[in-house]
């Protein structure tokens, strides 16, 4: 088995919720890579952000790993996307590899969140943890928060979770 999933099915909760970022992301959209592309099947590829959005097909560090050598051979940030064990609330796990000369960033464990005239990101579960803000052209990695309190973090996290509820299981 494949650390990282290898085929765009839209009956994997993985994908759907990998399509569910879409809107919030740039175009173009590269579903299937050139034969000669060192881009594995089953990712999206968006170059305008200079990012490969990826899901994991199992346990999420062997996937990391597989992650870090797509985002070398791609010279691209990676999104991976996967589904936690509990995933009765907060069913999706981000996690971004942000891919330098000399080292790659990993920000781990993040939740979707998202609110109107805001610009979308993923944040930390934990406390203290930096966040990637979905920008127009990239993830940005912050180790500012997009919102301004507790308050705002809640309704941004339970937006970005009935967003993904949506996507991943058509409910509200």
């Given at each position: 088995m494949t650390a990282l999933i290898e085929q765009l099915h839209i009956a994997s909760p993985v994908v759907r919720a990998m399509l569910g970022l879409l809107p919030h992301l740039t175009p173009p959209v590269v579903l299937e890579p050139?034969?000669?592309?060192?881009?594995?099947?089953?990712?999206l590829h968006l170059p305008s952000m200079r990012l490969v959005v990826t899901?994991?097909?199992?346990p999420v560090v062997p996937a990391l790993g597989a992650a870090e050598a797509v985002a070398r051979a791609m010279d691209a940030d990676v999104l991976v996307v996967s589904i936690r064990p509990n995933h009765a609330t907060r069913a999706m796990r981000y996690d971004v590899l942000f891919v330098e000369q000399d080292r790659t960033e990993h920000v781990s464990d993040l939740l979707f969140w998202?609110?109107?005239?805001r610009m979308p990101a993923l944040v930390p579960m934990a406390r203290g943890a930096p966040a990637a803000i979905i920008g127009k052209?990239?993830?940005?990695?912050?180790?500012?928060?997009?919102?301004?309190?507790a308050t705002e973090r809640a309704t941004g996290v339970a937006r970005g979770v009935s967003?993904?509820?949506?996507?991943l299981w058509g409910e509200k």
């Open positions: 050139a034969p000669n592309s060192p881009l594995p099947r089953g990712c899901g994991a097909a199992g998202t609110l109107p005239d052209t990239t993830l940005i990695p912050s180790d500012a928060m997009p919102f301004r309190d967003e993904q509820r949506l996507a």
